[in-house]
């Protein structure tokens, strides 16, 4: 059973930056992987994913300030946040599936979800 556990999450001043980190256990090898956020009453975003054979995505409101990277070795996926914004404010999910089309790794077809981990971000 594939499980995800997110870390890193918190509250930050406008400008600041914050590095998320999602551990995977259950699975080993190439998957997709990626980042999803959710502000309240808004819907599921993804803002950076990760193919299976290494094409990365991001959407356009993080591009430049955010980047997604992992380590195979610890089976972690991490999401380090730039130059953060108050509309970044949200509850960050990480996702995984073994399957995936790169040019669809920002969209919610994922079948694993973490809990998530909320970042706040004053003005």
């Known amino acids: 059973r594939i499980q995800l556990q997110e870390l890193g999450g918190g509250s930050v001043e406008t400008g600041g930056s914050l590095r998320l980190s999602c551990m995977v256990t259950g699975i080993t090898g190439s998957y997709c992987m990626a980042w999803f956020r959710q502000a309240p009453e808004k819907q599921r975003e993804g803002v950076a994913g990760i193919a299976r054979e290494g094409t990365i995505l991001y959407s356009d409101s993080v591009k430049g300030r955010f980047t997604i990277s992992r380590d195979t070795y610890k089976n972690t996926l991490y999401l380090e946040m730039t130059n953060l914004q108050p509309e970044d404010t949200a509850m960050y999910y990480c996702?995984?599936?073994?399957?995936?089309?790169?040019?669809?790794?920002?969209?919610?077809?994922?079948?694993?979800w973490g809990q998530g981990t909320w970042v706040n971000v004053s003005s």
């Open positions: 996702a995984v599936n073994t399957l995936c089309l790169a040019q669809r790794v920002l969209l919610p077809e994922y079948r694993t």
